[in-house]
Every structure is written in C-alpha cells, then in structure tokens.
C-alpha cells in the first residue's frame, strides 16, 4: 500500500508500506493492505510506518487519515521526525509545557490561552514520545 503523512507545509512519508499504525483521537489504530475505506480523526502520538524491517516514526499533531484504495493519506495538523532530536531537549520542553498548563489554570487565565498551552502540551509529549522510542 501507498503512504503519505503530510502537514499543510511538509511531507513526511511518501512511500509504500506493509503497515501503518496511527494515533487515532481514542486510541491506536492499525491498518494494512485491503484495508476498508475510511475517514478517521487523528489525535497526538507517534505515526508507525512499516515497510519490511524497516519502522519510519513520524510524530503526529492531530489531523485526519483517509484510506481508499490501499492508499492511506495522514493529514495532520503538524508534525515532526525524529532526526535531530534530543530525549533530554524533548523531557525539558514536556516539562515546561507542563508547568505552564498548571500555572495558568491557578492564575485562571482564558480558555483560549489554556487550550493553546493544552495544546502545546500534546505536542511536546507526542515528540518525547518518538524521540524516546528512536
């Protein structure tokens, strides 16, 4: 089957794969070739591309995956790869993220500024997330 992760402003994976297994909203989902149509909303973790022995991770910041055809198209909101990172850089940043999630919900700031540190922190644990397991 035929894989692309793509964000509005990069591609990530273009290639064939075995399998795949994505960061669904609830959970994890797997698919392989034949798989039926869908449509799936993507929540933040770590896109798993298979292709023999070789695994390309790629952290996912929600989106969508369409599969048609044997064709499985992510289309996510953000992302990133794995080759210049840093577990202990990555640990710091979740931390940090962390720290001022729990801080603003105490200064009781806006909704709007708490769903962007939310956010952030979704992120920065998706990216620990696949800096860990490379």
Same mark, same amino acid.
């Given at each position: 089957?035929?894989?692309?992760?793509?964000?509005?402003?990069?591609?990530?994976?273009?290639?064939?794969?075995?399998?795949?297994?994505?960061?669904?909203? @609830?959970?994890?989902?797997? #698919? =392989?070739?034949?798989? $039926?149509?869908?449509?799936?909303?993507?929540?933040? !973790? &770590? /896109?798993?591309?298979?292709?023999?022995?070789?695994?390309?991770?790629?952290?996912?910041?929600?989106?969508?995956?369409?599969?048609? @055809?044997?064709?499985?198209? #992510? =289309?996510?909101?953000? $992302?990133?790869?794995?080759?210049?990172?840093?577990? !202990? &850089? /990555?640990?710091?940043?979740?931390?940090?993220?962390?720290?001022?999630?729990?801080?603003?919900?105490?200064?009781?700031?806006?909704?709007?500024?708490?769903?962007?540190?939310?956010?952030?922190?979704?992120?920065?644990?998706?990216?620990?997330?696949?800096?860990? /397991?490379?």
């Amino acid at each position: 089957m035929q894989v692309k992760v793509v964000t509005p402003d990069a591609s990530y994976f273009d290639g064939a794969a075995d399998e795949v297994v994505l960061p669904a909203f @609830d959970g994890e989902m797997g #698919v =392989l070739p034949k798989h $039926a149509p869908m449509i799936a909303r993507l929540g933040h !973790g &770590v /896109a798993r591309v298979k292709q023999g022995g070789t695994t390309t991770r790629v952290a996912v910041y929600g989106g969508f995956v369409k599969i048609q @055809d044997d064709d499985v198209t #992510v =289309l996510a909101g953000g $992302a990133a790869n794995s080759d210049q990172g840093d577990k !202990g &850089v /990555a640990q710091k940043a979740y931390d940090a993220a962390t720290k001022a999630l729990t801080d603003a919900r105490g200064e009781g700031k806006s909704a709007a500024e708490l769903a962007d540190l939310e956010e952030q922190v979704r992120r920065t644990r998706a990216y620990l997330q696949l800096v860990s /397991a490379s």
